[in-house]
């Protein structure tokens, strides 16, 4: 069973950086895809950045060149360093597989305002 385990959201002003970290267990970094996803106030979950099993990355249009995904196989941790936030990154984020398989749990918030 995969678990994961999430920590680094919180509040930060515009132009800010967060670092959101994801410890995974029941899970091989080296042979599934993984990714980040958000979900804002009233609007659907959707997908922020990926990573695949060898390390090939992908984004969002509206985070691309602000946000990079990167993971430790050896930790089984996965990492979305945030920069330049903006008051429309303000949502729960979550990790899982790329497709998502595991359970979403509770996410991380992170609110971006002044």
């Known amino acids: 069973q995969v678990q994961l385990v999430l920590s680094g959201g919180g509040l930060v002003q515009p132009g800010g950086s967060l670092r959101l970290s994801c410890g995974a267990s029941g899970v091989r970094f080296t042979i599934f895809d993984m990714a980040w996803y958000r979900q804002a106030p009233g609007k659907q979950r959707e997908l922020v950045a990926t990573i695949t099993s060898d390390s090939r990355t992908n984004y969002a249009e509206d985070v691309k060149g602000r946000f990079t995904i990167s993971k430790d196989n050896a930790k089984s941790t996965l990492y979305l360093q945030m920069n330049s936030l903006r008051p429309e990154d303000t949502a729960v984020y979550y990790c899982?597989?790329?497709?998502?398989?595991?359970?979403w749990g509770q996410g991380t918030q992170v609110t971006v305002s002044s």
């Open positions: 899982n597989l790329n497709p998502p398989r595991a359970s």
